[in-house]
């Protein structure tokens, strides 16, 4: 099965500041899609960007970004002029074209005003 | 995006009796649905995925019989936890998605079941 590995249980960032977010996977499929979500504290998850892996152009979502690193299998998410509401949980995961998705560990993210 | 229903949003249920958590695509049709377990501080765990209309696939080490689901319709999934036990206490989450492996799965506000 593949698997989904988030590195660091926890990441501080100054409000304002760039931060990113680690995330290496493990697969032997050519056709899947990765994705970042942001779990708050009311535990409703929401989807931040997601890329596809045909794609070569890294995706973007205004603040969010992401460095998709296909030989690597590392997709790692980019957070730009840090917000005190993008405090949360952020999960990174891993849809092959068989429909499961599969999450790392999770990444707890905090942000100092 | 589109909705996700999950209901009921907490439930206590005493040990020995059922619970049932229903899953439900307001605005698009569901075809694949998918229920997590989420432990305190932990990530989701996938239990199962259900295509409509077919059985549902178990991951491994989730014990089919005592976690039942169904997904009889494009709308609804329904997750039901048989014979409760404290250990079932947990957050349990659900998505779904359309047609194709490339469409965004929408989570469910998630149940917070706790057996007394």
């Known amino acids: 099965a593949q698997t989904v590995t988030q590195s660091q249980p926890e990441m501080s960032v100054q409000e304002a500041e760039t931060v990113t977010l ?6 032997s499929e050519s056709d899947y899609y990765l994705f970042w979500y942001k779990q708050p504290p009311s535990r409703q998850m929401i989807l931040v960007i997601r890329q596809e892996a045909y794609k070569q152009q890294n995706a973007t979502e205004n603040r969010f970004s992401v460095n998709f690193q296909k030989a690597a299998k590392s997709f790692s998410l980019k957070i730009s002029d840090s917000q005190l509401g993008d405090a949360a949980m952020y999960f990174c995961a891993y849809r092959s074209a068989g429909f499961e998705m599969r999450f790392g560990a999770g990444t707890r993210l905090t942000v100092k005003p | 995006g589109a909705v996700v229903s999950q209901h009921p949003s907490w439930v206590i249920c005493k040990s020995g009796t059922s619970v049932k958590i229903e899953c439900r695509s307001l605005d698009f049709q569901a075809t694949t649905m998918f229920w997590y377990r989420q ?30 689901i169904n997904h009889a319709s494009l709308t609804l999934s329904t997750l039901t936890v048989t014979s409760a036990h404290p250990e079932d206490s947990s957050f349990y989450i659900c998505s779904a998605s359309g047609r194709g492996g490339n469409t965004e799965a929408f989570f469910g506000q998630g149940t917070r079941l706790t057996v007394v």
């Open chain 1, 22 to 27: 680690s995330c290496t996977y493990d697969t």
């Open chain 2, 39 to 68: 432990f305190p501080k932990q990530s989701l765990m996938l239990m199962a995925t259900s295509n409509e209309g077919s059985k549902a696939t178990y991951e491994q080490g989730v014990e089919k019989d005592k976690f039942l």
